[in-house]
């Protein structure tokens, strides 16, 4: 068979809805697209442990640092899936790690901006989950079985992420005083355009989408997705008594959408290029996990290697 | 660049009627520490009975694309002065179901993981069958029995892991319909 007959076939079978798994003939392309995706994806899961980690030893009170810690711990977990679906297509845990610690590997800009106070958990888990949540049931639905697999188990496992952020806002906003409204306030303004600014580029500027969509590794564009979470957080916000920071900001009757101003693109470039508020202070802090951590990695080494020797 | 150690399958049994299934992979030095890495990656929610983990490079694997198009792997004969052992056979069934992989179809005897696939490939069913792998059973580490209420109970008292504990569904429509909001302690 030639190439452009296996492409054929490959992209039948995605048409059909079938699943392509590891073993199976796919185009180079679409092997390296779905390496830069699921690292980053996987990077973004581990980096993002970090604005949250900051607050379980500050916690109000024991259920909110079990929430916390929990939501944490499973960002661990899911980074580790992400590692094992992007390890099928044959890229190793070694260099992932490696272009991680190197300051090579991009992830998800949105973890390069600062949590400054406790309301940025409930902003963060709303907002930021809430956009990961969008992207990522639309990634459930990929063409790759271990992609979506994995996307399907971190769906079920991260429902409450957000509920728990989601829960936190409502409390303050709604019952809190005066103090905790400004704070979570605050949270919201400073939280609201980076995670806008996670769908990504507008589409005209996202020249990989177009094959993704017609691979069936995404099945909406950026601004589609973005424009659902605009709608769904703009009407539940304004319920709980909040503002958005958004001049621009305005209902459209004709289509019944909220249409948001622009975002600072110039903003979006520099942070995904390392000059963000945290690039450097995230990095710095993946190193030193992963130095402090050595001596456990050899130990167990050295156990594994004595026992087989016996 | 340091070692990340290899790789280790997992499979997870999550209720007594169903059969261990392929959750995705770790790494780890040994058996015994993937299992416990097994643990703390897969389970975090209270859904596990028993857990597998097997050595990545101990599974063999073809799809059904693989099978139709190459058969070059069934020619050498397996070692006939080899022992017989056995093999657990796993099956990728149906092809749009969202969370699973290849589950295990049963054990087959044979001298070697080529014998064990083509035996896997005459014993059980093909129909709606996408994957197959198998691997050697001696090659793979199991959650005792015992050590199951140590291993897998803790997560069921970790109700805050489930969405269904924080009630800001209801709490939403009841703000935007201008009701007085239920407390938590209501719950």
């Known amino acids: 068979m030639t190439d452009e007959e296996r492409l054929q076939e490959f992209e039948a079978r995605i048409a059909r809805g079938e699943k392509i798994e590891p073993g199976d003939w796919m185009p180079d392309e679409y092997r390296k697209q779905l390496v830069r995706m699921i690292s980053q994806h996987a990077h973004s899961e581990i980096v993002g442990m970090l604005p949250e980690g900051k607050y379980i030893t500050r916690a109000p009170n024991l259920r909110q640092k079990l929430v916390l810690l929990s939501k944490v711990q499973d960002e661990g977990g899911h980074g580790q899936y992400l590692y094992h679906a992007a390890e099928t297509l044959g890229a190793t845990r070694e260099e992932m790690i490696d272009a991680l610690l190197a300051g090579r590997a991009k992830y998800s800009s949105v973890f390069n901006y600062p949590s400054l106070s406790w309301a940025d958990m409930g902003a963060i888990g709303w907002l930021v989950d809430g956009a990961a949540i969008l992207n990522q049931t639309m990634l459930a639905k990929c063409s790759y079985g271990p992609y979506s697999r994995s996307m399907v188990r971190i769906c079920t496992e991260e429902g409450f992420h957000k509920k728990q952020g989601m829960e936190m806002v409502i409390r303050y906003a709604t019952q809190g005083t005066p103090k905790q409204k400004a704070m979570v306030q605050d949270a919201i303004n400073r939280w609201w355009w980076p995670s806008l600014m996670m769908f990504g580029p507008h589409d005209a500027n996202s020249p990989n989408s177009p094959q993704l969509v017609r691979w069936g590794v995404k099945t909406k564009t950026n601004d589609e997705l973005r424009q659902e979470f605009v709608d769904e957080m703009v009407s539940a916000l304004h319920a709980v008594g909040l503002s958005v920071p958004d001049p621009d900001l305005r209902y459209d009757t004709a289509t019944g959408h909220w249409l948001s101003g622009e975002i600072d693109w110039d903003e979006f470039w520099r942070v995904v290029k390392g000059d963000g508020p945290c690039n450097e202070e995230r990095l710095e802090a993946r190193r030193k996990a992963h130095d402090e951590g050595r001596w456990v990695r050899e130990a167990l080494t050295a156990y594994a290697q004595r026992k087989t020797q016996g | ?187």
């Open chain 2, 1 to 187: 660049m340091d070692t990340q150690w290899p790789r280790y399958e997992v499979f997870e049994k999550e209720r007594p009627d169903w059969p261990h299934r392929n959750a995705g992979s770790v790494h780890a030095p040994d058996g015994e520490m993937a299992l416990l890495n097994a643990r703390d990656v897969f389970v975090r929610r209270p859904n596990c009975l028993s857990l597998w983990v097997v050595p990545s490079d101990q599974v063999f694997s073809k799809t059904i694309q693989e099978l139709a198009e190459d058969d070059s792997w069934w020619s050498a004969p397996a070692d006939a002065s080899a022992a017989v052992e056995k093999y657990l056979a796993f099956q990728k069934q149906g092809q749009r179901a969202g969370e699973t992989f290849v589950i295990h179809a049963g054990e087959v005897e044979a001298r070697s993981l080529a014998e064990a696939m083509s035996r896997a490939l005459e014993t059980f069913s093909h129909e709606n069958v996408f994957v197959w792998w198998v691997c050697p059973d001696r090659t793979v580490t199991k959650s005792e029995a015992d050590d199951a209420p140590s291993m897998f109970e803790p997560a069921h008292s970790k109700t805050y892991r489930q969405p269904n504990t924080y009630r800001v569904v209801t709490q939403m429509q009841q703000l935007k319909t201008g009701l007085a909001l239920i407390g938590e302690e209501e719950e």
